[in-house]
């Protein structure tokens, strides 16, 4: 009896082993902006593109005059920072995508009103 739990136990090991990394690699990771990065008129740097819950979008700029505010679709709307937003200034920023609606600013005055601005939304 001893043996079979043993053989069960290696079978579910190896499952997961084979099922883990193939969930894994159907994330994809975007550059926003693409090669320009994140910077002005970036608002319409979605369209035409599929995102997937568990996706990483790539935010790339100079955080000497730029930066990242997750927002809410108000926040989006208006161009304001929301009380508890998270700001990202590390110029790298790598940000997984959740379900649904997803909104980022640049809150440094004018530029999300420059279009430095980004609606996505994840599957």
């Known amino acids: 009896m001893a043996m079979g739990r043993g053989s069960a136990v290696v079978a579910v090991v190896l499952v997961l082993c084979l099922v883990l990394p193939f969930e894994m690699v159907d994330a994809a990771s975007f550059a926003v902006g693409g090669s320009n990065g994140w910077t002005f008129n970036v608002v319409g740097w979605p369209k035409g593109k599929r995102f997937k819950a568990g996706d990483v979008l790539a935010f790339n700029y100079n955080p000497s005059f730029h ?48 279009g430095m601005k980004i609606a996505v939304t994840a599957a």
């Open 67 to 114: 930066n990242v505010v997750a927002v809410d679709k108000p926040g989006y709307d208006g161009c304001k920072t929301p009380k508890g937003a998270k700001v990202f200034t590390t110029g790298k920023d790598q940000i997984k995508l959740k379900k649904g609606a997803n909104y980022f600013i640049c809150n440094f005055t004018g530029h999300c009103e420059s």
